[in-house]
């Protein structure tokens, strides 16, 4: 079946985007040792059509700062309504080039920050309606797609020093012998995962023992720990946590960009008798030298550096890659612009030889990413060696396809697109500031709505 069935003449006639928000920090489900008060939210895209085909994307947030998204999403909305679905998906590399760099609003990027994370929203709305209309999951879709086809969506423009089309084209070309063996695995297996979800830094002690004890009685093997805020308290709970787990299970810290780079390599050396596979984001996302540093310095010492949850684009991505910085790549499926930018990640990755642990949880990341890794190792990577997709099972009620596992393992999608649709009740109810959800928070004094508040308005012409 065409990767265009469908499309000569229908439109995108529409495209709404709303503000979706969830109290997690109630609860400090999501805290970590930068963001202790998270509120686990999204800019919720949905591309309509003048058929009845949609297509649903996301970006994640967590909370204030979701509606900064949401209007660069409709500053952006002009550049997909009012054209043929064919014309957006026959070169969908110039779609993107149309988003990342449209003339204006690319001086509030370019390719970063709120406008990337908006060009994201609308690319994986998109790319949800391509896979729809083919009526493939997204992974199949990408699976089913001719090595040149699929290459043909990426932007290749700043990253052509260290990967061309063509390397591209023959990397996936060269890993096609196997690939029905490969499929039949993963719908039987599964992909392995861990779990973050006992290791939020908000936790008390009494609730990261509980939970850990209920995952193991459920088979988890691989348990991530937040840290960064308190070196004692940081080693009295990694002992906490090696002590339940045992030596034969997988334990990973993280950081979420606490430290500086000196700071990072001393930290990570008092907790490294907790025998820990990896440190994840040690310090700024942007450093690339920085992080090169760290891992240096803490690989005699079998640690690992894992990254790239906040990386702006796939030249940050390139950069660390190129230079060793990278032990394990942690693609996110909203930070960057969406399924070509991740997939140029991916092949990044492929080529330096480095394995992809794709950062999840949140708002849909575990729906969205499972497609991603599962398409890398039918048709990319082949293996599953030192590579696991992140767990966390806040909030997987909201969405009506959820991520599936299995002993552990997340099984692949059956249903048609990339299984961000929520729940039209969800969207309702937790529609921010005026959702029923919120309102009751609000009325009984559970959550303060930062914007009821006065704000003080500077008057420069006050007193002159």
Same mark, same amino acid.
């Given at each position: ?33 930068? &963001? ?79 406008? &990337? ?67 039949? &695995? ?58 339940? /787990? ?24 008092? $907790? ?6 990896? /440190? ?65 990640? @991916? ?17 849909? $990341? ?5 497609? $991603?890794?599962?398409?890398? @190792? ?31 393992? @997340? ?48 008057? &420069?012409?006050?007193?002159?």
């Amino acid at each position: 079946m065409s990767a265009n069935v469908g499309c000569d003449a229908t439109k995108v006639r529409g495209l709404s985007v709303r503000d979706i928000r969830f109290p997690t920090s109630l609860q400090s489900d999501g805290s970590d040792a930068i &963001h202790p008060d998270p509120d686990y939210s999204c800019a919720y895209v949905i591309v309509y059509t003048d058929s009845d085909l949609k297509g649903h994307g996301l970006t994640f947030t967590i909370g204030r700062g979701t509606e900064l998204v949401v209007q660069a999403v409709k500053s952006l909305a002009h550049v997909v309504v009012g054209k043929k679905l064919k014309d957006i998906f026959t070169n969908f590399c110039v779609t993107w080039r149309q988003l990342t760099s449209e003339s204006q609003l690319r001086w509030v990027g370019p390719e970063k920050g709120i406008i &990337h994370l908006a060009v994201a929203a609308i690319v994986n709305a998109l790319w949800d309606l391509w896979a729809r209309m083919n009526c493939k999951p997204m992974w199949k879709f990408l699976v089913d797609m001719e090595p040149e086809q699929l290459v043909s969506t990426i932007d290749f423009r700043y990253i052509g020093d260290v990967l061309k089309p063509e390397e591209a084209v023959k990397m996936l070309k060269e890993m096609e012998s196997g690939k029905d063996a490969r499929e039949v &695995h993963m719908r039987q297996k599964g992909y392995p995962a861990y779990t973050t979800a006992a290791g939020w830094l908000g936790y008390s002690q009494e609730k990261i023992e509980r939970l850990l004890k209920q995952y193991m009685v459920e088979g988890w093997r691989h348990f991530k720990l937040k840290v960064g805020q308190n070196l004692q308290d940081d080693k009295r709970r990694c002992k906490i946590v090696r002590d339940l /787990i045992g030596s034969d299970k997988t334990l990973m810290v993280d950081a979420n960009q606490k430290w500086d780079v000196d700071q990072a390599i001393a930290w990570m050396k008092e $907790l490294a008798p907790y025998k820990p596979l990896w /440190i994840e984001e040690p310090t700024s996302p942007d450093d690339v030298l920085g992080h090169l540093e760290v891992a240096k310095a803490l690989k005699p010492l079998g640690i690992g550096v894992a990254s790239g949850e906040m990386f702006q684009n796939r030249v940050i991505f390139k950069q660390m890659l190129q230079s060793g910085a990278l032990s394990f790549c942690q693609i996110d499926a909203c930070r960057v612009g969406g399924v070509p930018e991740v997939l140029a990640i @991916y092949l990044m990755a492929k080529k330096f030889n480095v394995p992809v642990c794709p950062h999840a949880g949140g708002v849909g $990341l575990c729906e969205m990413v499972q497609h $991603l890794q599962i398409w890398d @190792y039918i048709s990319l990577s082949g293996t599953t060696k030192d590579r696991l997709i992140e767990y966390v099972d806040h909030l997987r009620g909201h969405f009506k396809y959820p991520r599936v596992l299995k002993d552990c393992h @997340y099984m692949p999608p059956i249903s048609a697109g990339y299984s961000v649709e929520m729940w039209e009740k969800t969207l309702m109810d937790f529609e921010y500031p005026y959702g029923p959800e919120w309102k009751k928070l609000f009325a009984n004094g559970s959550y303060v709505d930062p914007s009821a508040a006065p704000t003080p308005v500077c008057d &420069h012409t006050h007193g002159l």
